[in-house]
């Protein structure tokens, strides 16, 4: 029997790979390995409707075991790889067992950021990424009153939205001077700050978390200039970082991401990477990017996976995303980091409003405030407007790797 394509990490971008493979008619054994004890499943849900307890866990899962059965696609949970040889085509599991393979496609994802402070291993303290950290959470849910939650990004805002509604005191600490600063304009975060202080939540900001006070469990927190706020239970979500490890280990060329080309390939024969863990080179926006993103998991990898099965392609998507906090959908399309000028359509202080980002006279990104239409729109004129730049890359890739790594390029065209 052939080598197979193994797909490391089984999450949004794995099983999207693994599907379009057998939709293209590739034959090979799919082996697909996880570390987590579920079928892949997806996430979106973990800081919305599932920490609502609205969602049975089932109802996460992308594809039921009956898809993988009939597509021939064997999915091994609970089995994480520690070692991979992009050279010698093989990986090896933490028990010291190995497996050879054709391809190899890296779907590791990413972990919460950590922070490094007296106190972040109280017990009530969580992050925020999988299934097993919602259920945590969730069993502590109903004797905690004060919920104090460290960050004012997308998934700090929606948890600290789930939490009010389920009637808890909601603190939100943001080192910034105002939420989202890192991902959104001034007139969403204004707007959106002042739907969560209308619900109650107390968001503080250019607040330094200095530690988190508790004997056995967490009683509370200390910001930097003194004070305390009281706490049952406190979320950190301060960001994510690549699950890149791997690839670095391995001699792979990483940046907070496996740096891969237009293709997904990391300029290893037959060793590609996609989803949250891989930075890919964007002709749109002429840089590398890495994005976290429902999205980006799902077209990288059925990009990439047809890159596999032999078809030339360029993945350079106009990136999209959204948030639900409270009644409000945040809708974004495109990348506005580099803008240097912007347009409001419609009133902040109403109920939907969005906002348009420019470098000069060229659209950058849209941020809709429940305004589908707006959100629409920018996704259709994005996708028209041509690239940045024509290149793929490659030279970046190979300029950004080991000399021997650019040797291994070669060899593979
Ligand atoms: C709480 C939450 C809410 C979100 N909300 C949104 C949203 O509203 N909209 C949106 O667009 N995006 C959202 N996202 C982001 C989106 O879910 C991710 O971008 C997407 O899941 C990335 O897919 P992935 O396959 O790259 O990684 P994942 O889905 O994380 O899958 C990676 C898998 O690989 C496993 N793994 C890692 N290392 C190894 C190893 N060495 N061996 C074996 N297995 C390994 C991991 O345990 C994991 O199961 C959210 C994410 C979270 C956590």
């Excluded at 949004?12 to 057998?22: N, P, V």
């Excluded at 696609?73 to 070692?83: A, D, H, N, Q």
């Excluded at 990483?254 to 080179?281: E, H, K, M, Q």
Aim: hydrophobic share 40%.
């Amino acid at each position: 029997m052939s080598d197979p394509v193994v797909i490391i990490g089984a999450g949004q971008a794995g099983a999207k790979a693994a599907e379009t493979l057998r939709k293209l008619g590739v034959t090979q054994p799919i082996l697909m390995f996880g570390e987590e004890k579920h079928l892949p499943y997806q996430r979106p849900p973990l800081s919305k409707k599932f920490l609502l307890g609205g969602v049975p866990e089932s109802q996460l899962q992308l594809q039921t075991t009956d898809f993988y059965a009939r597509n021939n696609i064997e999915v091994v949970t609970g089995k994480r790889v520690v070692r991979l040889d992009p050279d010698g085509h093989s990986i090896e599991f933490e028990d010291g067992t190995r497996q050879t393979f054709d391809k190899a496609l890296i779907t590791t994802g990413s972990s919460p950021r950590r922070l490094n402070v007296e106190g972040a291993d109280l017990q009530g303290v969580h992050a925020l990424r999988s299934i097993a950290h919602v259920l945590a959470m969730r069993d502590e849910l109903p004797a905690a009153n004060d919920v104090v939650i460290v960050g004012g990004g997308y998934l700090g805002l929606e948890t600290a939205a789930v939490m009010s509604g389920l009637g808890k005191s909601v603190v939100l600490i943001e080192a910034e001077d105002r939420i989202l600063a890192r991902v959104a304009g001034v007139e969403i975060a204004e707007h959106l700050a002042r739907l969560h202080a209308n619900r109650g939540v107390k968001i503080i900001t250019r607040a330094r978390l200095s530690k988190i006070v508790g004997s056995a469990r967490v009683a509370g927190v200390e910001l930097g200039d003194g004070t305390r706020y009281s706490a049952d239970l406190v979320l950190i979500a301060v960001g994510g970082i690549a699950n890149d490890e791997l690839a670095r280990l391995s001699g792979l060329a990483c940046n907070d991401g496996v740096l891969v080309d237009t293709g997904g390939s990391t300029g290893w024969r037959g060793v590609y990477a996609a989803g949250d863990c891989a930075r890919f080179f964007s002709r749109r926006y002429g840089r590398f990017v890495r994005l976290e993103s429902v999205q980006n998991a799902n077209d990288q990898a059925r990009a990439v996976a047809e890159h596999m099965a032999g078809c030339k392609v360029t993945y350079d998507p106009v990136p999209w995303f959204w948030s639900d906090q409270f009644e409000t959908k945040l809708q974004i399309a495109g990348l506005s980091s580099g803008f240097d000028r912007h347009e409001v359509v419609g009133d902040p202080q109403g109920a939907s409003f969005s906002v348009a980002y420019y470098a000069g006279a060229r659209l950058l990104a849209v941020d809709a405030i429940n305004d589908g239409k707006a959100y629409m729109r920018a996704r259709k004129a994005l996708a028209e407007s041509a690239p940045l730049t024509s290149s793929t890359g490659v030279a970046e890739l190979r300029d950004s790797s080991a000399s021997e790594k650019a040797a291994a390029w070669s060899m593979s065209n």
